[in-house]
């Protein structure tokens, strides 16, 4: 399944919405999660083969020229227009996705495979927690859109500085938080210690917490383990780690995780 470049949009200084559709999403079929997300794969430079491909034909390539996957949120799916809407986060022309979505013109392709996904806020929940960075904001703004009029929502998201901050809607009456890098360069801290300072509602919580695989982990410690919030129910994964590549991530991602839910 691919979808075709129908609208490029930078939103931030390290963000570009891209707008995905054409006949190469006639199958597409949305699951019912706020958190939903394809498998993007990228074609490397030089590879003997354009979109779409095979993913099957294509295993059999020199590893340089095999698809590079990456896992998207999707932003918004519009099912008038049978459009797949995706924020990407960018630094340049670093890494393979985010080198795509910096270059990416109308007409361009983008093999997709999914969707698939786990979370949508609760309708039972007395108030919601949503707390990320960059990479879950997609994920953050499409839950609060889905948040029962009225019903609290504390948000608090980290990003490089206010340029940086998006517009956020939702039904409940939410408190959002935005966390600047800039003001303490290299503080990887910033987000789980307003996450500790925070003051929170009472009653039974829906917790979102996606992003850095440090800072997931010091706010699962602090949630779980100092506030005493349930972890049944919690989403709380990490999307990326600091000082990885995509690939050595995912090596060791499995045990890093095994590790986190044993701590509490």
Same mark, same amino acid.
């Given at each position: ?118 979370? /949508? ?21 499409? /839950? ?90 919690? /989403?709380? /994964? ?27």
């Amino acid at each position: 399944m691919f979808g075709e470049v129908a609208e490029v949009v930078r939103l931030t200084p390290t963000m570009v919405r891209v707008v995905l559709g054409g006949e190469g999403l006639a199958d597409y079929e949305p699951v019912p999660f706020t958190d939903q997300y394809v498998n993007a794969l990228f074609v490397p430079e030089g590879a003997p083969y354009t979109v779409p491909f095979d993913p099957d034909a294509v295993k059999d390539e020199a590893p340089a020229h095999r698809p590079r996957g990456r896992r998207y949120s999707i932003r918004r799916w519009d099912p008038v227009e049978r459009q797949v809407t995706i924020d990407f986060v960018v630094h340049g022309d670093v890494g393979f996705a985010g080198r795509w979505a910096n270059n990416t013109r109308p007409g361009d392709r983008l093999q997709i495979v999914g969707p698939t996904g786990g979370y /949508s806020p609760s309708p039972t929940a007395d108030w919601h927690l949503m707390v990320g960075d960059e990479s879950a904001l997609p994920a953050i703004a499409a /839950s609060l859109e889905r948040v029962r009029p009225g019903v609290p929502a504390v948000v608090l998201v980290v990003v490089d500085g206010p340029d940086h901050e998006l517009p956020l809607d939702c039904p409940g009456d939410a408190k959002i938080e935005w966390i600047h890098r800039s003001s303490d360069p290299g503080n990887h801290g910033l987000l789980p210690a307003a996450v500790a300072a925070a003051e929170l509602p009472t009653g039974t919580p829906d917790l979102f917490v996606h992003g850095e695989a440090g800072e997931v982990r010091a706010i699962r410690r602090h949630l779980l383990g100092e506030r005493g919030f349930a972890r049944e129910g919690a /989403s709380i /994964s990490p999307y990326w780690r600091r000082t990885f590549t995509d690939e050595a991530w995912r090596e060791v991602k499995r045990d890093f995780l095994a590790e986190m839910r044993d701590e509490v």
